[in-house]
């Protein structure tokens, strides 16, 4: 298991970029894709997943009213 540190990025519809909402978590995954299931089951299969030069995993999903952007750090 690896502990990441957690970042979550929400845009609305209505405010979008402007007014991002954004947290932090830390977790101990097996695989990112796991937290990422258990927040959204209905919708995981239209996450996309990228993974960065520096090793952190980034998991976006787009529609026409929101976007979660959820980036996992390795610590």
Known sequence: M???E???TYLNGCA???HP??????AELNDPADYI???HSKDFAAFEKEIRDNGQIVYTFS???VTYIY???PL
Request: overall charge negative; hydrophobic content about 35%.
């Open 37 to 39: 299931r258990a927040k």
């Open 16 to 18: 979008g970029a402007s």
């Open 63 to 65: 529609n026409d009213a």
């Open 71 to 73: 980036e996992f750090t």
């Open 2 to 4: 690896t502990e990441y």
């Open 21 to 26: 909402l954004t947290s932090f978590d830390e």
């Open 6 to 8: 957690i970042t979550l």
